[in-house]
Each structure stands twice: as structure tokens, then as C-alpha cells.
């Protein structure tokens, strides 16, 4: 089993990237850092080609998730948001084009556990690869209270989680073949990307595991360095 990994980079967090990669270095990962499609570079071409805020496509997207209060207040997504959809395009469609089987997502604000390493992340894959799997969310921004609810089954470390199944996105596993079937629905964008990845997921009816303890946090948000969860 050949895995990737891919860093969605926004070129000026600098900071971010000086940090990460130290970081990646200690850990042996060699990652493919995708630096393209930068807000300030979606001219009105690449928009029209990914970008597509009808309301009603919304809609299918986010039933019985949302409010029609949030419906009427849906203005379409932030050129940040679009960038980020873009990249997890483009890095599906590389490794759909590479002899790689799976890959490894992560953004640069990604943070570790005091258990993350190369051989805890591969070894979650593997894994995987026992019980059956399209994706795995390795951490995220939120603990397992997130997806307690959503449980479906456990085998060994991993919970198969119902949909929506995300934990933000910034660390988390896709199959090569989960990704032939997310870009066959993922057309254009509408939505933020956890949110356009819940909906794939749960359309294409892929299998999304979470491990326990996560593996990583994101500083974007809480920052954990540590997880733990009570089931």
C-alpha cells in the first residue's frame, strides 16, 4: 500500500509553512505541498469554471442540515473558501493520476498529538484497509463529541461514523477510489469544503472512519494537542 501525502498551503502564511515542514522533516514525510489556485489568483475563468452559487444546488447539498433562515441568508462562499475546494480537487485528481492508493490531507494548520507519527498514521491505514474504507479522519478541529451520536461501529481504533461525517478537514485519508467517486459528483463548489466533502461522502455512500484518539488537532480553531473521548 503506497501513500501520499498532500499539505493544502495558502502561499502567504509563510509562518505556517516554516512550521510544518520543520515539523514534517523530524516525522520522514515527504509531502507534496499544493500552493495553486490562491484566492487572489481566481480570476473570473477559473470561477465560472468551479464556482456556482445557485441556491437550489445548495439546497440538495445541505437537506435536513440546515435552517430557512439559513437558506435565505445564503449569499454564496468567500474566495478562501473556493481556493481550499480547489486544491482537494486538484490533489484528487493527481492521485487518481499517480500509483499511489491512498493519500493523506492535511492543511497548514494542522497540529500533533504527543502519539502522531509516520508509523501511528500508516498504521491507521492499514487498519482501514482490514475493515473496509473510503476515508479516515485522523483529527480535526473538534473532539469525538462531534460524531458521538453518529456512531455505527467500531473495529479496533476506528469508529465508522453516519453522515455528515467530517471533523473540519484539516487531517483526514481518502482511498484513490473514493476520490474517482467524489469527483464524480463534486462538479462545482457551493459550499464551504467540509461541507461539499459531508455531501460527497454521503452521496457517493462512502465508509468515513474516525480514529481514536485523533491523531492530530488544528490551530484554527481549538488547538488540542490531545484527545480523548468517553463512548
Known amino acids: 500500500m503506497q501513500t501520499k501525502f498532500y499539505v493544502m498551503h495558502y502561499k502567504k502564511n509563510t509562518k505556517r509553512r516554516k512550521r510544518l515542514m520543520s515539523i514534517l522533516n523530524k516525522m520522514d514525510i515527504d509531502a507534496q505541498w499544493y500552493t ?15 464556482y456556482n452559487p445557485d441556491i ?37 485528481e493527481d492521485l487518481i493520476n499517480s500509483n499511489y492508493d491512498n493519500a493523506v490531507f492535511l492543511e497548514d494548520d494542522v497540529t500533533f498529538s504527543s502519539i502522531c507519527s509516520k508509523e501511528t498514521i500508516l498504521n491507521a491505514l492499514a487498519i482501514g484497509e482490514e475493515a ?13 463529541q462531534l460524531v458521538t451520536d453518529r456512531i455505527l461501529a467500531q473495529y479496533k481504533n476506528l469508529l465508522l461514523v453516519d453522515h455528515p461525517a467530517t471533523n473540519t478537514t484539516s487531517s483526514f485519508a481518502l482511498t484513490k477510489g473514493a476520490c474517482r ?35 492530530f488537532g488544528q490551530l484554527s480553531t481549538s488547538g ?5 473521548c468517553t463512548l
Open 36 to 50: 495553486e489556485y490562491d484566492k487572489e489568483e481566481l480570476d473570473e475563468k477559473i470561477l465560472n469554471k468551479y
Open 181 to 215: 467517486k467524489i469527483l464524480g459528483t463534486f462538479d462545482t463548489i457551493c459550499n464551504s469544503i467540509d461541507w461539499e466533502f459531508n455531501y460527497h461522502f454521503k452521496v457517493n455512500n462512502l465508509k468515513v472512519w474516525h480514529i481514536l484518539p485523533y491523531l
Open 132 to 144: 473496509g474504507w473510503d476515508s479516515i479522519f485522523l483529527g480535526g478541529a473538534f473532539q469525538h
Open 224 to 228: 488540542h494537542e490531545e484527545y480523548t
Open 56 to 92: 437550489n444546488i445548495f439546497r440538495e447539498r445541505t437537506a435536513g442540515l440546515k435552517t430557512e433562515v439559513e437558506y435565505q441568508q445564503y449569499n454564496g462562499v468567500s474566495k478562501g473558501h473556493i481556493s481550499l475546494c480547489i486544491k482537494y480537487i486538484k490533489c484528487m
